[in-house]
């Protein structure tokens, strides 16, 4: 349980935060390890647990800040620490490497503690907070991901001290400028971005202070070599027809909705350059090129379709200089971040966790539809259209309920028509 309550001082390079952690579900479990050595497995509810190997698998908490545009976090220190001590049987159990989900894929072997810790008398962590990401979101909103251990450890004692309170000081500076500054966007998309921020950051508080917004638009207007909409779809030119009915349909329901032929894209784009001096000229490039304009003339979602064999993709790396397959990953969140640098180091590895420097917060919302032949987009197209236009004659006819309280029966139903006049006057559905 978190509670977060932030504090904007008057010198914009300084902000404060107070966390609050409640050992209410906080749970120590002893097992036995490969090695025969017993351990204590400390866990609390909602948190991960350390991933470092061999590293103490302590409950760790992400939380997101919006913090002004162009800062980063130079210093983090802590104040009004509150503790409470507790003791493990065991030492804390060892991080261990994941174990993978693939079908015939080897157990990794199991990692026994780092003696340069568990053999130290000094606590750790030495720092319970770190930055852990630093990126913007929607082009222009300075996001930090902070990562908190509330724990001190001490493996020479097995005692294990709580922090069930601490005052966070973050010390901001200047030189972190990647965002986005012109952005048009339609008033009723806005909505969309706004009520993502606020679930997004803990400090919700702080958002109007620290925000950027872009310009309210009352239509889309192209300013780049092709056209923009609001809902874009790059095809194949030869499946163009295949979204006929998709389009007449997007069109009634009052959204903003066009066809960009991917070869049109090709030949009028060079490639990805977004961030001069770390181009990526591929065919993916153009297509990231093509999107990143459009999202500054309005638009907010992008279809791509195809499989890889018709339509690029981005593999993306899950480690730097990656030697194996499965850290060579398909992704098109590269078509939708368009803040993060995915070549820094200029190699032909792209979005490397270290040597890159990735945003994971998109700017609008990409979709894939894997096919690979005209027909195959008809069928898709046939799908949706019955889905959307009889979407609550699917809702009424499914319906899953189990309880123990009839009561509970009839709360379940009558949320459900709300549900069904909420989404049905907002989004049109009706």
């Given at each position: 349980?978190?509670?977060l309550?932030?504090?904007?001082?008057?010198?914009i390079?300084?902000?404060?935060?107070?966390?609050?952690?409640?050992?209410?579900?906080?749970?120590?479990?002893?097992?036995?390890?490969?090695?025969?050595?017993?351990?204590?497995?400390?866990?609390?509810f909602?948190?991960?647990?350390?991933?470092?190997?061999?590293?103490?698998?302590?409950?760790v908490?992400?939380?997101?800040l919006?913090?002004p545009?162009?800062?980063?976090?130079?210093?983090?220190s802590?104040?009004?620490?509150?503790?409470?001590t507790?003791?493990?049987?065991?030492?804390?159990f060892?991080?261990?490497?994941?174990?993978?989900?693939?079908i015939?894929?080897?157990?990794?072997?199991?990692?026994?503690?780092?003696?340069?810790?568990?053999?130290?008398?000094?606590?750790?962590?030495?720092?319970?907070i770190?930055?852990?990401?630093?990126?913007?979101?929607?082009?222009?909103?300075?996001?930090?991901?902070?990562?908190?251990?509330?724990?001190?450890?001490?493996?020479?004692?097995?005692?294990?001290?709580?922090?069930?309170?601490?005052?966070?000081?973050?010390?901001?500076?200047?030189?972190?400028?990647?965002?986005?500054?012109?952005?048009?966007?339609?008033?009723?998309?806005?909505?969309?971005?706004?009520?993502?921020?606020?679930?997004?950051?803990?400090?919700?508080?702080?958002?109007?202070?620290?925000?950027?917004?872009?310009?309210?638009?009352?239509?889309?207007?192209?300013?780049?070599?092709?056209?923009?909409?609001?809902?874009?779809?790059?095809?194949?030119?030869?499946?163009?027809?295949?979204?006929?009915?998709?389009?007449?349909?997007?069109?009634?329901?009052?959204i903003?909705?066009g066809?960009?032929?991917?070869?049109?894209?090709?030949?009028?784009?060079?490639g990805?350059?977004?961030?001069?001096?770390?181009?990526?000229?591929?065919?993916a490039g153009?297509?990231?090129?093509?999107l990143?304009?459009?999202?500054?003339?309005?638009?907010?979602?992008?279809?791509?379709?195809?499989?890889?064999s018709?339509?690029?993709?981005?593999?993306?790396?899950g480690?730097?200089?990656p030697?194996?397959?499965?850290?060579?990953i398909p992704?098109?969140?590269?078509?939708?971040?368009?803040?993060g640098?995915?070549?820094?180091?200029?190699?032909?590895?792209y979005?490397?966790?270290?040597?890159?420097n990735?945003?994971?917060?998109?700017?609008?919302?990409?979709?894939?539809?894997?096919?690979?032949?005209?027909?195959?987009?008809?069928?898709?197209?046939?799908k949706?259209?019955?889905?959307?236009?009889?979407?609550?004659?699917f809702?009424?006819?499914?319906?899953?309920?189990?309880?123990?309280e009839?009561?509970?029966?009839?709360?379940?139903?009558?949320?459900?028509?709300?549900?069904?006049?909420?989404?049905?006057?907002?989004?049109n559905?009706?």
């Amino acid at each position: 349980i978190i509670v977060l309550t932030t504090i904007p001082l008057l010198v914009i390079s300084q902000i404060t935060h107070t966390v609050n952690f409640s050992s209410e579900n906080l749970s120590f479990t002893d097992e036995v390890a490969a090695n025969n050595n017993t351990y204590t497995k400390v866990k609390l509810f909602d948190f991960d647990l350390v991933s470092d190997t061999g590293k103490p698998a302590l409950p760790v908490k992400s939380i997101k800040l919006i913090i002004p545009h162009g800062q980063t976090v130079d210093n983090i220190s802590l104040s009004n620490v509150a503790v409470e001590t507790l003791w493990t049987n065991y030492w804390v159990f060892p991080a261990q490497q994941p174990i993978p989900t693939c079908i015939g894929c080897p157990i990794p072997e199991f990692v026994n503690p780092d003696p340069d810790i568990y053999n130290s008398e000094n606590a750790w962590p030495a720092k319970p907070i770190k930055v852990v990401h630093q990126g913007y979101f929607d082009g222009n909103n300075n996001i930090i991901t902070l990562e908190i251990c509330p724990f001190e450890y001490f493996p020479s004692t097995n005692q294990l001290n709580f922090f069930t309170s601490m005052d966070i000081t973050l010390t901001l500076t200047s030189g972190y400028s990647n965002g986005i500054n012109n952005i048009n966007r339609l008033s009723k998309n806005q909505i969309i971005y706004d009520e993502i921020l606020v679930g997004l950051v803990e400090n919700k508080q702080d958002i109007d202070l620290y925000r950027s917004s872009p310009n309210i638009i009352a239509s889309i207007v192209s300013t780049n070599q092709l056209p923009s909409y609001e809902y874009v779809v790059i095809t194949p030119a030869e499946y163009v027809n295949a979204f006929t009915d998709f389009i007449e349909w997007k069109t009634k329901k009052g959204i903003n909705i066009g066809i960009v032929i991917k070869e049109a894209i090709f030949s009028h784009y060079s490639g990805d350059e977004i961030f001069p001096g770390d181009e990526i000229y591929d065919d993916a490039g153009k297509i990231r090129q093509y999107l990143y304009e459009a999202y500054q003339n309005g638009t907010v979602w992008a279809l791509l379709v195809g499989d890889k064999s018709v339509m690029p993709i981005r593999y993306g790396c899950g480690e730097d200089n990656p030697t194996n397959e499965e850290n060579i990953i398909p992704t098109d969140l590269y078509f939708a971040d368009f803040t993060g640098n995915w070549n820094v180091d200029g190699d032909d590895n792209y979005g490397e966790p270290f040597a890159d420097n990735t945003d994971y917060s998109p700017e609008i919302f990409v979709g894939r539809l894997l096919c690979s032949s005209s027909q195959d987009v008809s069928n898709w197209v046939q799908k949706i259209l019955i889905y959307e236009k009889n979407i609550f004659t699917f809702l009424c006819n499914v319906w899953y309920n189990s309880t123990d309280e009839p009561s509970l029966a009839i709360d379940m139903a009558a949320m459900f028509w709300w549900i069904k006049i909420r989404l049905g006057s907002r989004y049109n559905l009706l």
